[in-house]
């Protein structure tokens, strides 16, 4: 018989015969591939939107120069003049605004308002063009260029150039005026033209703005300063050639550096985003291989029976082992038929859900535009079929072999075959040593600032699970079957029989098993991690949280935005009534080693006094000329411990520190390094903006109400400034919403986890209940009621998932110690205080066990139907 | 003087960086106003106007006169290398006020425009090279001090050293560096220094050159540095407001005669194809007295047409010049045609100026001579429009 | 209701599929047996022997026809109800010995018992006791696999036996087994026919097996086709 008729006969029809398990076997393998690609396609767009926009703000850029210290005095830009000969130079003010006409405080009373971001690119418009891609620009509706309306560019300071998309969605006309709030003030720009959808202007998905470099350093309050100068290099000098020799032609105080170099830095600023996507792809990808595996194995394993008939019409072993591998392949490719589309929905999902959990709604809001743009590329395509095909022709070789080598004799003794105890000692064996690798890889060094040891420990332990699991099933079967009279004893037959029926089924269960318990154990990991996290987060903010009022502007600092408090709001605070005390606090990037961290000053004296830190290493005695405190983070990830002193670039080139202390920061991941205003005035210079207050930690007198305080303040203010002033309690419970929403997170997290235990264990036991149909009918046969079976499957259901979660509670307390204790702390500085959180994983134990019930139902309906006489009648068919 | 209209053309380059527009004009009207007021930039009203003839006083007169929208120091020149290698020269600094007193603190805001264009033609194998730079003046990028003349624009400049005008420009491997020394007194042109242009009071300006300097100087070019004499001639020009509507270009010759006697002439056209009536010119004598020469006081005619391939404009490029009232009837060739001033790259703004060779007779006889020549508004739409 | 009337089927009819491809396994068959009495049905394959067993086992309901069980009206039951009645008085044995191969040969022996809610002990004593019976007293703590094919049936009838069944339903009880088990496994059902008074229906196609039953149908096409008595079967052949 040829191959075709036969894939047609005995495989196609079949696969139509039986369609609940076709399309069970095929929602499971589209499911993993939608999972797999929904995280992949979140990675990669988060990515690349935030590459594009750092890349195409670059332009084209060759090479950029900047302080050693980050921003620099306008000043030295006349020092360039040398740098001329390689090419042009355009200088650059790169700033963040908030759109709005309003009131952003009607919303600060119940937390912080998520406003829209542009992205302002300062530019001399005179030298600018050959750097960057505005490739068209409109000034006027008719002509195609009018240089007096260009010019208006010029004129006056709060002219601005906004894209088309901006305008459109904005309802827009160029000549209205718009309100952007640089900071906390809120001022109206003049449109003066239209950037076409290219270029820069694809930035933010539109969100992109272009100011004179006059206007810009105005609005975001940087007289004086610029923030780099792009070089264009002439077509005869090679960037990487000519950048030593630019650097040694640089004045002192400004480095020279490939573009590339900003966007290197700025990615760890959405690090912490991809930690959370990173989390939930392994967890994907575990999970979707998982589904992949089992729904092809248990598809073809029930095909057992087939395989006796096709020997009997001649097929061979090849012929069988073939047959099934095409079933597999066919399978596959109708999951990812239905998995790509739905990885493209659950993506946008991911990416949108996870936005909410990051520090800055810059990276918000690039997630949310990139969620907007997911797209498959052909690599994606490829890159699933090249992971799902094979693992699906993996899953059923085994299935399929054994079906082609199947002998009559045993198919009528049936298997019972049990796993010996020698194959459990030895896979516990090896479980345990997995886990006692996984332990010694905690002890391991960052290897290029990447815990990567770490990483590999987290597998070693997962494997480590998986070679348990078998040891776990066996020992809860014989518990469960030893105590079922005391357990339940009305249902102790069916308990026993659910026991011994998993036990005849070890080897294939514990794969099953193994797999579920893995992605529950991912979900426990990162339940305790988020938990722990949460519970030492609160008791810092509790500490740190000393003055009754806090003000910042409405345009929150953050890694790529500075926004400061204008003088009149520092005086209107200052000069209240029942304002005692203030401290102000000002924050910003500084490029350190090869990447950027924080540099904050702040009225260090009153800071300790109020006791606004909690100090990790020795309280500081004194604080000298030359001392600084530096946060966990920056000395945990730069290995400064107090006592040693670092090298940090200053305006006047670089200068030597002395870490005098060690504090707790679990405001920003980043390294911060915080230097009393005067040390700061020092070696920064008197007209440094970070002098200016960036926010303001604010005493009152202990009988001041605070909320009358703080409309006084908003009163006196009026409505052109836009600030925050919130209470300690507020800015507690922000935060805590923050952590809620990354809870949210988890929860997906959870219910994704849920869903697939689930799922793996009615496809598990649908499968096992085709092999098994004789002897379900056979139960019935002697005298087992419809509702007994359905009891025994459905008890099955719940124990897979009982010990698929067990197996996931102990791997995952194991994984999230090791997430904790080796990861978090390599990669973000971070300590944490490990923490279970009972309720969540009592929770979860229901939830799974719940859910596995559930799932378990629709298998024991199709069992309690199997036909009592098949077993006995095909003996005379 | 009519030059100002190169540097106002240079203002365009902020419209369209001269890459091929793409044509969604129309797709993007709705973004636009309904009715686009073509109002002014700035307001004149800002500005000093040029309405009656200054009290000049030298040498601070050279410098900058920020009252002023509008003002340029505009050399020209011819050179001769001991080898007997010529080229001729062009460095002109523009200042145009666009905000009189910005409302921001910032140094780079942008009080006023600095343009300035450099170009060399070198007679020995007819090659024009030419470049344009447009600045703010920023942290001393470009500028025109106001005490001590001295203007610059980027490493371009000019400054008053004594007597001399000191000139430096460099671009890519082109080099100048120039003394000019004045071998006759400046001259006022128009009425004592005041050069009307058109029909409404204020559309004038300060105007004065120096016709004849003696130039000496180095200039490096194809990698080889020259020592080289010549002869220049430099325009100082401020105003605030000079074009009205009608008025499409103009042909503005510079002349040195081998007689000692100099000649500035320029006919502004209009769109309909005559002479405006403020077309005018001058004539300095040896000893540097000066006659001005009104519209009806000289006559020139086109010769020759040269069609650029770069920009398909065509420019008449030799001339008949006659002044009847001094005897003079002057040929007027260009030293070669291929000089003209393409900007395709950056603003899209192109005319002709270039070294040109004289010949003819004056009542005393024959004479030669060498000079610069500047024709505008042959290529691309009319320029009066900009100055509304 | 007399002893002849225990196992009692009336006009039974079984039909299976529908329209053309229609079978009629059984056509109006009628059949009594008494208790304690041991009754073999023969017929080639196909001839409706099996079916007209599994609707005497309460395994199976009848199209058409009544049925009655010692006295139980057997073909209004339902499916939960016929399996109550199987478990408590209906033992079976197979050709192939359909044990449970997870559980141990006492584990199934007992398992009809523990679901009829017999407690653990007495499920546990009664199936020690029927496992003797059947001579495998030494095997109860061994898997299915792990025997020959002839103590798989004598534990099958074991299984049988532990419910202390009014009827035991035997197909093709010996057509896995060599001659010799054969034999053994028709010896005790025999005995245990004679001993107990349990009433035995067996289906066969062997004439030596059904030289055991003292009763004999022939059934062809789902009739019955002729009966021979127990005087016929034990004369000479």
Redesign the interface.
């Known amino acids: 018989m040829s191959f075709p008729r036969l894939f047609n006969q005995f495989v196609l029809r079949a696969l139509l015969r039986e369609k609940t398990r076709t399309t069970i076997a095929a929602l499971g393998v589209g499911l993993g591939v939608a999972v797999m690609i929904a995280i992949r396609l979140a990675n990669v767009s988060v990515t690349e939107t935030f590459r594009a926009a750092v890349d195409s703000v670059g332009g084209n850029t060759s090479l950029r120069i900047r302080g050693a210290a980050g921003r620099f005095d306008?000043?030295l830009?006349?020092a360039l003049?040398p740098i001329?000969s390689y090419g042009h130079l355009s200088?650059v003010i790169e700033a963040y605004a908030m759109v709005g006409d309003g009131d952003f405080r009607s919303d600060t009373i119940d937390g912080f308002p998520r406003g829209e971001l542009l992205h302002v690119l300062g530019v001399?418009?005179?030298?600018d063009?050959?750097l960057r891609d505005?490739?068209?620009?409109?000034?006027?509706?008719?002509?195609?260029?009018?240089?007096?309306?260009?010019?208006?560019?010029?004129?006056?300071?709060r002219s601005i150039i906004l894209t088309?998309k901006f305008?459109?969605r904005h309802e827009?006309?160029?000549?209205d005026e718009v309100p952007l709030t640089f900071g906390s003030l809120t001022q109206a720009f003049t449109i003066r033209g239209?950037l076409?959808d290219r270029g820069p202007a694809q930035t933010l998905d539109g969100n992109f703005a272009l100011m004179?470099?006059?206007?810009a350093?105005?609005a975001s309050n940087r007289?004086?300063f610029l923030d780099h100068v792009d070089v264009l290099l002439r077509p005869e000098f090679s960037t990487e050639d000519i950048l030593a020799d630019i650097q040694l032609a640089l004045p002192k105080g400004l480095v020279a550096e490939l573009p590339d170099a900003t966007s290197g830095r700025a990615d760890t600023m959405i690090a912490a985003f991809q930690f959370n996507l990173s989390a939930l792809s392994a967890v994907a990808l575990i999970v979707g291989l998982f589904l992949i595996y089992n729904a092809v194995a248990m598809s073809v394993a029930a095909r057992r029976a087939e395989i006796g008939m096709l020997q009997a019409v001649g097929a061979g072993r090849r012929m069988v082992l073939s047959l099934f591998l095409t079933e597999a392949v066919f399978m596959a490719v109708v999951g990812i038929a239905v998995g790509l589309p739905a990885g493209r929905l659950l993506g946008s999902a991911a990416v949108t859900a996870t936005a909410q959990t990051v520090e800055t709604f810059y990276i918000a809001a690039i997630a949310e535009s990139s969620a907007s743009s997911l797209h498959l590329t052909l690599t994606d395509i490829l890159a699933v079929v090249c992971i799902v095909v094979p693992l699906a022709l993996m899953a059923a070789l085994v299935p399929a072999w054994e079906a082609a080598t199947v002998q009559p004799v045993d198919a009528?003794?049936?298997?019972?075959?049990?796993l010996s105890p020698r194959a459990l000692a030895r896979a516990a064996m090896a479980g345990l040593l997995s886990l006692g690798l996984g332990w010694l890889l905690t002890f391991g060094k960052p290897i290029g600032g990447v815990p990567i040891l770490g990483f590999l420990a987290e597998i070693a332990l997962m494997l480590g699970g998986a070679l348990l699991t078998p040891l776990a099933l066996r020992l809860v079967c014989a518990g469960v079957r030893s105590v079922s009279?005391h357990l339940l004893p009305a249902r102790?037959?069916e308990i026993?029989?659910a026991a011994?029926?998993m036990?005849?089924e070890l080897p294939r269960l514990s794969v099953s098993v193994a797999a579920l318990g893995i992605s529950l154990s991912m979900m426990v990991a990162i339940a305790v991690m988020v938990g722990s996290f949460r519970e030492t987060v609160v008791y810092w903010l509790d500490s740190a949280l000393s003055a009754d009022l806090s003000i910042k502007p409405v345009m929150q600092t953050s890694a790529v935005s500075e926004a400061r408090l204008s003088r009149r709001t520092f005086d209107v605070v200052a000069n209240d009534t029942d304002v005692v005390d203030t401290i102000w606090f000002g924050a910003r990037q500084l490029p350190y080693q090869n990447r950027n961290i924080r540099l904050a000053t702040t009225e260090l004296e009153k800071t300790l006094e109020r006791a606004r830190l909690i100090f990790k290493a020795p309280p500081i005695e004194k604080i000298t000329d030359d001392s600084v405190v530096v946060s966990e983070s920056f000395s945990l990830l730069f290995d400064s411990p107090a006592g040693t002193s670092i090298e940090l670039p200053t305006s006047k080139g670089s200068s030597s520190f002395q870490i005098a202390g060690v504090y707790y920061d679990y405001a920003s991941n980043q390294g911060t390094i915080l230097m009393d205003a005067a040390v700061f005035r020092q070696h920064y210079g008197e007209k440094d903006p970070l002098l200016t207050a960036q926010t303001l930690a604010v005493y009152l007198r202990p009988e001041a109400d605070i909320e009358q305080v703080r409309s006084r303040i908003l009163g006196q203010l009026g409505p052109d400034e836009q600030i925050y002033c919130v209470t300690s309690r507020e800015v507690r419970a922000e935060a805590l919403k923050i952590f809620e929403s990354t809870f949210a997170v988890t929860y997906a997290l959870q219910f994704i986890a849920i869903l697939v235990a689930g799922m793996g264990v009615a496809s598990t036991l649908i499968t096992l209940i085709y092999k098994r149909q004789?002897?379900i009918g056979?139960?019935?046969?002697?005298?087992?009621?419809?509702?007994?079976v359905r009891r025994v499957i459905v008890i099955e259901a719940v124990l897979l998932g009982g010990v698929s979660q067990l197996v996931g509670i102990f791997i995952g307390i194991l994984l999230a110690m090791v997430l904790i204790f080796v990861i978090n702390v390599q990669s973000f500085g971070w300590t944490i205080q490990f923490l279970l959180p009972v309720q969540f994983i009592i929770q979860s134990t229901l939830l799974v066990l719940i859910a596995s019930g559930l799932f378990g139902l629709y298998p024991a309906i199709r069992a309690a139907g199997v036909d009592?006489?098949q077993?006995?009648?095909e003996?005379?068919a | 003087m009519l030059r100002t209209t190169i540097f106002s053309l240079s203002l365009l380059l902020l419209g369209g960086c001269g890459r091929e527009p793409v044509d969604t004009s129309d797709a993007l009207t709705d973004l636009f106003p309904i009715h686009a007021s073509p109002a002014a930039m700035t307001s004149h009203d800002d500005w000093t106007a040029a309405l009656s003839p200054r009290a000049f006083a030298f040498p601070g007169d050279h410098a900058s006169h920020e009252d002023y929208r509008i003002e340029w120091w505009y050399y020209t020149g011819n050179l001769e290398a001991d080898d007997g290698s010529r080229f001729g020269y062009q460095l002109t600094f523009f200042r145009t006020g666009l905000n009189k007193e910005p409302n921001n603190p910032s140094k780079w805001a942008v009080r006023d425009l600095y343009t300035a264009h450099f170009a060399i033609s070198d007679l020995r194998g007819d090659q024009h090279y030419c470049f344009q730079r447009n600045s703010r003046s920023g942290i001393g990028r470009a500028g025109a001090e106001v005490q001590n003349y001295a203007v610059w624009n980027g490493d371009w400049k000019a400054w008053l050293d004594g007597e001399n005008h000191r000139l430096q420009a460099g671009e890519s491997e082109l080099r100048i560096d120039l003394t000019l020394s004045p071998e006759k007194p400046l001259v006022l042109h128009g009425e004592r220094g005041l050069s009307q242009k058109g029909a409404m009071a204020g559309n004038a300006s300060h105007y004065y050159s120096f016709t004849r300097l003696m130039t000496e100087g180095t200039i490096r070019i194809g990698g080889k540095n020259f020592k080289i004499k010549g002869r220049s001639w430099m325009d100082h020009e401020f105003s605030t407001s000079f074009l009205e509507p009608g008025q499409l270009g103009w042909d503005w010759l510079s002349i040195q005669l081998d007689n000692g006697i100099d000649l500035m002439l320029y006919r502004m056209r209009r769109d309909d194809g005559t002479t405006d009536p403020f077309s005018s010119g001058s004539l300095v004598r040896k000893d540097g007295q000066v006659k001005h020469l009104s519209v009806t006081d000289f006559r020139i005619t086109p010769l020759r047409d040269w069609t650029s391939s770069a920009t398909d404009a065509t420019y008449p490029l030799d001339w008949k010049v006659e002044i009847p009232g001094l005897g003079y009837q002057l040929v007027i060739t260009s030293a070669f045609d291929e000089q003209e001033m393409t900007t395709n790259d950056t603003t899209g703004i192109n005319y002709w100026e270039g070294a040109i060779e004289i010949a003819g007779s004056s009542a005393e006889g024959s004479v030669t001579g060498r000079g610069y020549m500047e024709l505008t508004g042959y290529a691309g739409q009319g320029l009066g429009a900009l100055f509304e | 209701m007399s002893d002849s009337d225990f196992l009692h089927a009336e006009n039974v009819t079984k039909l299976y599929g529908a329209d053309t491809a229609r079978h009629e396994a059984l056509r109006g068959i009628s059949f009594a047996a008494e208790r304690g009495e041991f009754v073999a049905i023969r017929g080639p394959s196909g001839c409706g022997k099996s079916t007209l067993l599994h609707i005497l086992g309460a395994m199976d309901s009848p199209t058409d026809g009544n049925v009655w069980l010692n006295g139980r009206r057997l073909d209004t039951l339902g499916l939960d109800e016929l399996a109550i009645v199987r478990r408590r008085y209906v033992g079976f044995i197979f050709q192939s010995f359909n044990l449970l191969p997870t559980l141990t040969v006492q584990e199934n022996v007992s398992l009809p018992l523990l679901l009829d809610g017999v407690a653990d002990r007495e499920a546990s004593e009664r199936s020690i006791s029927a496992l003797a019976d059947v001579g495998l007293q030494s095997r109860t703590q061994h898997l299915p696999s792990e025997l020959s094919g002839g103590e798989m049936q004598r534990a099958a009838i074991a299984r049988a036996l532990a419910i202390d069944p009014d009827l035991v339903i035997a197909d093709e009880p010996t057509g896995s087994l060599d001659s010799a088990n054969g034999l053994r496994v028709l010896e005790l059902l025999a005995n245990l026919n004679a001993t107990r008074n349990i009433t035995v229906v067996m289906a066969t196609h062997s004439a030596d097996a059904a030289a055991f039953a003292k009763r004999v149908l022939h059934v062809k096409d789902g009739q019955i086709e002729k009966e021979e008595g127990a005087d016929v079967l034990s004369s000479p052949v």
Do not use: C, M, W
Request: hydrophobic residues 40%; charged residues 30%.
């Open positions: 306008e000043q830009f006349a003049d001329r200088p001399d418009v005179l030298l063009f050959p505005y490739e068209v620009l409109r000034v006027g509706a008719t002509e195609k260029q009018s240089a007096r309306e260009a010019l208006r560019l010029l004129d006056g300071s088309e305008l459109r827009l006309r160029v000549g239209v076409l004179d470099i006059a206007a350093q105005l007289l004086g009528v003794r049936g298997s019972g075959k049990r009279h102790r037959t026993r029989l011994s029926n036990e005849g004789k002897d056979l139960l019935s046969l002697i005298g087992a009621t419809g509702k007994q009592a006489l077993t006995v009648r003996e005379h």
